[in-house]
C-alpha cells in the first residue's frame, strides 16, 4: 500500500517563475493538506483540500493556490517565486468520512524547492 | 492564537539514558494534541496524538507523551534512548475545522542526538 507522494522531490526555479508541486495522497484517503517547512522550523498549514475545494486556509499570500482532483489527487502552485519561499513543502493526507476528523495524518516525503 | 513552543532547540543524550522532550502549548478549548518524528530528508510520522480520555497515551518506538491540561502541556518520553532514536520531533495541535486535523499548528521542533 503506497503511503503519500509527491513529485518532484528536488527542484529549482529562479524568482518570478511558477512552480507546481503534486501529491497523491494514500489509498482510502480523501483530505489533502499542504505544509511549508522552512529550514530550521516546523511545517506551517498552508491549504486543506476536500471534495475539490479549499476547506481551510492558512496565512499565505494568494500567490499559493491549489486543486484537487476528483482521485484526491492534489497540486500546490506558486505564482511568482521569491527567495523566501524556498522550502520543503510536504503534503500530508487523511480519511475524514467516517472518522470524525480523528483519522491518522499521513505526510509525504516532501518537495524540496530552491529558488535562485 | 493558538501556539505551541518547544523550548529545547537541540538535547543530546546518551544511548540507554532517558529522555523528556518538551513542549507547550497555548489553545482555548480541549486541544487535539500530537507528536511527530522527522528523520533526515523524510517526511514526518506520527509518533503518538492525544484526544481525549486517558492523559498518558502510548505511541510507537517504545514512546509516551502525557497530557497536562493544568500546565498546558504535552510532554514527550522515552525511557531508554537508542542510537535511531536521532531526528528532529515536532510538537502539532489540531485547530479548525471541527477540531479534526485540519489544520495542524507544530513547534519549531526538537532536535535529538545520541551519543554511543
Known amino acids: 500500500d503506497a503511503g503519500v507522494t509527491q513529485s518532484p522531490t528536488h527542484l529549482i526555479k529562479t524568482r518570478g517563475q511558477q512552480v507546481t508541486l503534486r501529491c497523491s495522497p494514500k489509498?482510502?484517503?480523501?483530505?489533502v493538506s499542504w505544509y511549508q517547512q522552512a529550514l530550521g522550523q516546523g511545517p506551517q498549514f498552508i491549504f486543506q483540500?476536500?471534495?475539490?475545494?479549499?476547506?481551510q486556509r492558512g496565512n499565505f499570500p494568494d500567490r499559493f493556490s491549489g486543486h484537487q482532483f476528483p482521485n484526491y489527487s492534489s497540486e500546490l502552485n506558486v505564482n511568482a517565486l521569491l527567495l523566501g519561499d524556498s522550502a520543503l513543502y510536504l503534503c500530508?493526507?487523511?480519511?475524514?468520512?467516517?472518522?470524525?476528523?480523528?483519522?491518522?495524518?499521513?505526510f509525504g516525503e516532501g518537495s524540496r524547492l530552491t529558488v535562485l | 492564537a493558538q501556539s505551541v513552543t518547544q523550548p529545547d532547540i537541540h538535547i543530546t543524550v546518551s544511548e540507554g539514558a532517558s529522555l523528556e522532550l518538551r513542549c507547550n502549548y497555548s489553545?482555548?478549548?480541549?486541544?487535539?494534541l500530537f507528536w511527530y518524528v522527522q528523520s533526515p530528508g523524510q517526511g514526518l510520522q506520527l509518533l503518538l496524538k492525544?484526544?481525549?480520555?486517558?492523559?498518558l497515551v502510548q505511541g510507537i518506538k517504545g514512546f509516551e507523551a502525557e497530557f497536562k491540561r493544568s500546565q498546558s502541556s504535552f510532554n514527550l518520553r522515552k525511557p531508554s534512548v537508542h542510537w535511531s532514536d536521532a531526528a528532529e520531533y515536532f510538537c502539532?495541535?489540531?485547530?479548525?475545522?471541527?477540531?479534526?486535523?485540519?489544520?495542524?499548528?507544530f513547534g519549531k521542533g526538537t532536535k535529538l542526538s545520541v551519543k554511543p
Open positions: 489553545y482555548g478549548a480541549t486541544p487535539y
Open positions: 502539532a495541535v489540531a485547530e479548525g475545522y471541527g477540531g479534526s486535523q485540519g489544520n495542524l499548528i
Open positions: 492525544y484526544f481525549s480520555g486517558d492523559t
Open positions: 500530508a493526507s487523511y480519511r475524514d468520512s467516517n472518522t470524525r476528523g480523528t483519522g491518522e495524518l499521513f
Open positions: 483540500y476536500y471534495e475539490e475545494e479549499e476547506r
Open positions: 489509498s482510502g484517503h480523501d483530505t
